[in-house]
């Protein structure tokens, strides 16, 4: 096990050993359960598929996940073990990415315990399990990307509450940019590609197409270098500000 | 004596403000080098720019060889680090603090265990070794902090105030714990207590805004005391008459400065001039004088007087 593992034990450990997994796990079930058959008409629809349930999956993300990742960096700032961390014989990135791991592995096992939802789906009708697998690898390919952003936003700041806030805004971002009324806003005024650029920044645009069971290439690249992306931002500011 | 810790021209500024100015020393094995300096001085910075943590405005730090900023991991593998505060992951116990720090040094299995559990009874830490840190009093916290510096016995330990906060039974189990361990490394520590440097350094270093101002053994610092070489004169009984002008009249005396005994003056100190011996031309006049003289002794000279003076230049005057 390397250093990433090391670290990745650690906080995953940590996680349990307080009650923010249980407090975590909980209400995500909770929510997801409550938006997929209350506004999501699960039963009314009529329809053997988990579409009501995964299409809440963003807004969920969208608050949940900042709940998470605020604490990632600003706790280590706020409690001075990022000194003790990045005075042992371990790399900027090795870190990063072991703390950001661990989190999404966290967010991974919530989402892997609303199995009941597809175990009621294949029960009450005859499903294509292969679009609900392909909404399962979106759903945890997108809170990876929610994660890497508050993993960012919380290494700028030691105060929990404005990572959070900070997180939610930018997550905001990303998940309305492909919505109609953020497009119209621009459309008319700003020419056609700015316009797609927007749009084919959201979450949305790129979510929508894999819970439908439509696994993209593009898609998966552009989740998967949004984290990059994110990580290595979260790198660049700690080296920049890791002692203050 | 070879050197494992060079230090070359280090500079740190936030903004406009020079933190550390132009710092040169080194430190070889077998030394405990105190850093002592007011608040803001600089210590913590140059620590935390040996130790890997800030990246200097310009100089160079190795260890062992070692560049800090060019070999990272290879340099800080050879330090054990105590951060200002002791800071360590509340929510875990010391047991398994140990083991991540331990881990992420490299070590695993058996040995891990091993290392960690010595080091647990090095440090007196059996008796919370299963409850969380963050329920731990200010000395055991100190302790996880310190067992965490030593674990993979390093070459060269940092320690940033530590025993800032404990008990004076702890402090002196610290102490002792350092001055064992100081044969085989290079020891840094910073402190603002000066009995401290008295008691473990083998050297100390003055800094002020972020310049060394003074590096020497702390005899040495202490014979720049005002008072090094003074004699202190008691008298038994009621003061005789006249003797500060009396003593005014011995050779190699610079100024006399009135001991109090609750409100009554009950001696005197005796400066001498330039630090010289004066003590045999003191006791010398007391005998022709007949004075009832119940205690001759001579001070070594007061390491916070030398702090004040050289830390506050301005005021050293009067």
Not at chain 2, 18 to 46: C, H, I, M, R, Y
Not at chain 2, 79 to 100: C, H, K, R, V
Not at chain 2, 259 to 285: H, P
């Amino acid at each position: 096990m390397g250093r990433i593992g090391v670290i990745f034990k650690r906080e995953l450990t940590g996680y349990f050993a307080t009650p923010i997994a249980a407090v975590f796990i909980v209400i995500f079930l909770m929510l997801a359960g409550t938006f997929t058959f209350y506004l999501g008409n699960f039963f009314t629809r009529g329809q053997a598929d988990l579409l009501p349930f995964f299409n809440f999956h963003p807004w969920l993300y969208l608050v949940l996940i900042p709940a998470l990742a605020m604490r990632l960096w600003a706790e280590e700032r706020r409690g001075g073990t990022i000194e003790l961390l990045f005075t042992l014989p371990v790399t900027l990135w090795e870190a990063v990415v072991g703390k950001f791991l661990a989190a999404w592995c966290f967010t991974g096992i919530a989402l892997a315990l609303t199995f009941p939802m597809w175990v009621t789906v294949n029960l009450l009708g005859e499903p294509d399990n292969g679009v609900i697998l392909a909404g399962y690898i979106g759903s945890f390919i997108m809170a990876g990307g929610f994660m890497a952003i508050g993993s960012c936003v919380s290494a700028i700041t030691k105060n929990q509450v404005i990572a959070f806030v900070i997180s939610v805004v930018v997550g905001l971002g990303f998940v309305l940019s492909g919505f109609p009324m953020v497009l119209e806003f621009f459309s008319g005024w700003t020419p056609q590609f700015f316009l797609e650029l927007i749009s084919s920044f959201s979450f949305l645009t790129h979510f929508n197409d894999i819970s439908r069971g439509v696994i993209d290439f593009r898609d998966i690249v552009y989740f998967l270098s949004l984290i990059g992306f994110w990580l290595f931002a979260t790198a660049l500011i700690l080296e920049w500000k890791k002692a203050e | 004596m070879s050197s494992i810790v060079e230090i070359q021209q280090l500079r740190k500024t936030f903004g406009s403000i020079v933190a550390v100015d132009q710092v040169t020393f080194t430190v070889g094995q077998g030394e405990v080098l105190g850093f002592l300096g007011p608040n803001g001085a600089g210590k913590s910075t140059t620590m935390k720019m040996i130790t890997g943590f800030l990246t200097p405005t310009s100089g160079t730090v190795k260890v062992n060889g070692f560049d800090i900023q060019s070999q990272p991991l290879d340099a800080k593998r050879c330090i054990g680090y105590l951060p200002e505060g002791a800071p360590a992951y509340s929510d875990m116990t010391p047991w398994t603090f140990l083991l991540f720090m331990g881990e992420m040094r490299g070590f695993r299995g058996q040995d891990l265990k091993r290392r960690v559990s010595e080091t647990v009874q090095k440090v007196n830490l059996e008796g919370v070794i299963d409850q969380s840190i963050e329920t731990l009093s200010k000395g055991f916290k100190r302790r996880v902090g310190l067992a965490q510096a030593i674990l993979h016995d390093p070459s060269v330990l940092i320690l940033d105030e530590p025993t800032d906060g404990l008990d004076p039974n702890q402090k002196h189990e610290v102490r002792a714990l350092i001055k064992e361990m100081a044969r085989e490394k290079a020891i840094i520590l910073s402190t603002h207590i000066l009995e401290e440097v008295q008691a473990v350094c083998t050297r100390a270093m003055i800094i002020a805004k972020g310049k060394v101002i003074t590096d020497g053994t702390p005899a040495e610092l202490e014979a720049k005391s005002r008072y090094h070489n003074a004699v202190v004169l008691r008298f038994r009984g009621p003061l005789p008459e006249g003797v500060p002008d009396i003593l005014h009249n011995v050779s190699g005396v610079k100024a006399i400065e009135e001991l109090l005994d609750g409100e009554a003056v009950n001696g005197y100190c005796v400066v001498s001039e330039g630090g010289q011996s004066i003590l045999s031309e003191i006791s010398e006049c007391a005998k022709n004088q007949h004075w009832d003289v119940a205690e001759v002794s001579v001070d070594r000279g007061q390491l916070d007087d030398v702090f004040r003076s050289l830390t506050m230049p301005a005021q050293s005057l009067t």
